[in-house]
C-alpha cells in the first residue's frame, strides 16, 4: 500500500516542482537595465542620476560583470559649447583617488580652439564674414555652430588603461570604449560612455573595488590672449539622428545669445572638475 501511494504521490511532486521551475525561469528581473549605448539615456533610471553642484551636470554610473556605463546630461548651452570646443576627459582611477592617470579624452579639443566662433561671425556662422571692417557684429548661427562641432566628434583617445595602448580610436568600435551623443529636443545635450571591464582588470580582483571617476572640462582659451567677451548662442535644433550622431532638436526655440565674460569672472570660463566615487560589486 505504502509504494502504491508512493508511486501515486511522486509524479504529483515532480509535476509541481517542473511548473514552479518553469515560472522561475520566466520571471523578468526588472532590477537589470540593457544599456543600447545610442546618446540616449531613457533607459536610465532617474534616480541612479547625481547633479555636480558648480557645473550642474548631471551624472550616472552603472556596471555589469562586461562593461562600466556611464551617463552624462548636460543641460546649459555653454557648458555644452566649451566642452565641445575646449574638449573633455574622464578619468577612472582604481584607487579611489581623484588622479588624472587613466581615462578617455572625449570631445577631443577643437584644434582652432574658440577663435573659430568670434563674436564677429567667423566660422560656421550661416553667413559669410562681413567685409567692411566696420560692420556690425554678427550673432553665429546656433545649429550650423553645433552641427559643425558635433561633425568633428567622432574620435576619442584613450590612456593610462593596463595592458592597453593608449591611442585614438573612432568613438564606435567593438571591443573597446564606446560613446555615444545626442540631444533632445529641450536642447540638452547626453553622453553615454561603455567601458570594457578588461580595460580595469579581472573581474575576481575588482569585486568591492573602489573606484574614483572624475571629469574635467577644459577652460576657454582666446586666441592670442585676447581681452574680449565671446558670445555663444544657445543651441537650436539639427537634422539627423543616430549612434553618435545628433538628434532633431526643436529648431523655433528662439537662440539667445549669452556672453562668457572676460577675466575669467564666470566660473563656466575656467576649467571645471567633477568627482564621485563608485564601487563595484559582482
Not at 532638436?249 to 537662440?255: D, L, Q, Y
Given at each position: 500500500?505504502?509504494?502504491?501511494i508512493l508511486q501515486a504521490f511522486l509524479p504529483l511532486v515532480c509535476l509541481c516542482t517542473s511548473k514552479t521551475m518553469a515560472n522561475l525561469t520566466g520571471v523578468k528581473d526588472t532590477s537589470k537595465i540593457n544599456y543600447t549605448i545610442d546618446g540616449n539615456i531613457n533607459e536610465w533610471k532617474t534616480?541612479?542620476?547625481e547633479t555636480d553642484k558648480e557645473t550642474q551636470v548631471l551624472y550616472a554610473i552603472d556596471h555589469d560583470a562586461n562593461n562600466l556605463y556611464v551617463a552624462m546630461k548636460i543641460t546649459d548651452p555653454r557648458t555644452q559649447m566649451k566642452m565641445m570646443i575646449q574638449g573633455m576627459n574622464m578619468y577612472i582611477d582604481k584607487k579611489g583617488k581623484k588622479r588624472e592617470g587613466t581615462g578617455i579624452e572625449f570631445p577631443i579639443k577643437q584644434a582652432k580652439g574658440m577663435g573659430n566662433f568670434g563674436a564677429r561671425g567667423g566660422g560656421r556662422t550661416?553667413?559669410?564674414?562681413?567685409?567692411?571692417?566696420a560692420a556690425a557684429?554678427?550673432?553665429p548661427d546656433p545649429?550650423?555652430?553645433?552641427?559643425?562641432?558635433?561633425?568633428?566628434?567622432?574620435?576619442?583617445k584613450t590612456f593610462g588603461f593596463d595592458d592597453q595602448e593608449d591611442k585614438m580610436q573612432i568613438i564606435d568600435q567593438p571591443g573597446a570604449v564606446n560613446i555615444a551623443f545626442d540631444w533632445n529636443d529641450a536642447n540638452e545635450m547626453f553622453i553615454e560612455y561603455q567601458v570594457p571591464m578588461g580595460f580595469l582588470g579581472k573581474p575576481s580582483d575588482l569585486n568591492g573595488k573602489l573606484l574614483g571617476i572624475g571629469w574635467k572640462i577644459n577652460g576657454i582659451t582666446m586666441e592670442g590672449g585676447g581681452s574680449s567677451s565671446t558670445s555663444f548662442s544657445r543651441p537650436g535644433g539639427t537634422?539627423?539622428?543616430?549612434?553618435?550622431?545628433?538628434?532633431?532638436?526643436?529648431?523655433?526655440?528662439?537662440?539667445?545669445?549669452t556672453d562668457f565674460p572676460s577675466g575669467g569672472s564666470d566660473s563656466r570660463f575656467k576649467e571645471q572638475s567633477i568627482w564621485t566615487k563608485y564601487t563595484l560589486t559582482f
Open positions: 500500500m505504502r509504494k502504491l534616480d541612479k542620476f550661416g553667413a559669410p564674414p562681413p567685409t567692411d571692417p557684429p554678427q550673432t545649429k550650423a555652430m553645433r552641427e559643425n562641432l558635433a561633425l568633428n566628434m567622432i574620435l576619442l537634422g539627423s539622428s543616430g549612434r553618435g550622431s545628433r538628434s532633431g532638436a526643436n529648431s523655433n526655440i528662439p537662440a539667445s545669445t
